[in-house]
Antibody
Framework: EVQLVESGGGLVKPGGSLRLSCAAS????????MNWVRQAPGKGLEWVSS????????YYADSVKGRFTISRDNAKNSLYLQMNSLRAEDTAVYYC????????????WGQGTLVTVSS | QSALTQPASVSGSPGQSITISCTGT?????????VSWYQQHPGKAPKLMIY???KRPSGVSNRFSGSKSGNTASLTISGLQAEDEADYYC????????????FGGGTKLTVL
């Protein structure tokens, strides 16, 4: 069974940093691109970042470029999101999502972890 | 990259059909047959319902169907059921030179 479990969310002050993790199991993690998608309270989904299976290709939404860094450790079946210079508008539930190459869609999602940026 | 445009809400009675539109641009929806649709119930993670415009993942009811014309994609749900009440989001690939993926603003489906 495919499982994605996010962790690392919490309350942080504006300008602060946080590192999110996503532990993957039930599939060959090293074969899939992975993504972070966020959802502000009461708002819609926003794609944040993606990383290819071997970390060769990395992309970011303009809203986080230069502040967030996506990475992965295929030996540990884990995906990460280092978030720096956090702003109030980064407050959201952050989901990790598997990108299925056969469907070019996000076929599995974690349950999400809440990041709150507030003083 | 701007979000794709969806109606904020749609509604229908049980057994009826509804269609949710998703309008993008020639840089995303219009350029790629990589439109997907996600269903999200309150407090839950999104669930993939349609991929590559019109294909259904295994386990998704055939009451859900997708299509695309030009820069606009559509999700149709036929034979509405109470459990279909949820938020629906479209998503399109937008190319590797920009933000890879763009979502729609979401549509709240109410089953009357």
């Amino acid at each position: 069974e495919v499982q994605l479990v996010e962790s690392g969310g919490g309350l942080v002050k504006p300008g602060g940093s946080l590192r999110l993790s996503c532990a993957a199991s039930g599939f060959t993690f090293s074969s899939y691109s992975m993504n972070w998608v966020r959802q502000a309270p009461g708002k819609g989904l926003e794609w944040v970042s993606s990383i290819s299976s071997s970390s060769s290709y990395i992309y970011y939404a303009d809203s986080v470029k230069g502040r967030f860094t996506i990475s992965r450790d295929n030996a540990k079946n884990s995906l990460y999101l280092q978030m720096n210079s956090l702003r109030a508008e980064d407050t959201a539930v952050y989901y990790c999502a598997r990108e299925d190459p056969a469907s070019s869609a996000f076929d599995y999602w974690g349950q999400g972890t809440l990041v709150t940026v507030s003083s | 990259q701007s979000a794709l445009t969806q109606p904020a809400s749609v509604s229908g009675s049980p057994g009826q059909s509804i269609t949710i539109s998703c309008t993008g641009t020639s840089s995303d929806v219009g350029s790629y047959n990589l439109v997907s649709w996600y269903q999200q119930h309150p407090g839950k993670a999104p669930k993939l319902m349609i991929y590559e415009v019109s294909k259904r993942p295994s386990g998704v009811s055939n009451r859900f169907s997708g299509s695309k014309s030009g820069n606009t994609a559509s999700l149709t749900i036929s034979g509405l059921q109470a459990e279909d009440e949820a938020d629906y989001y479209c998503c399109s690939y937008a190319g590797s030179s920009t933000s890879n993926w763009v979502f729609g603003g979401g549509t709240k489906l109410t089953v009357l």
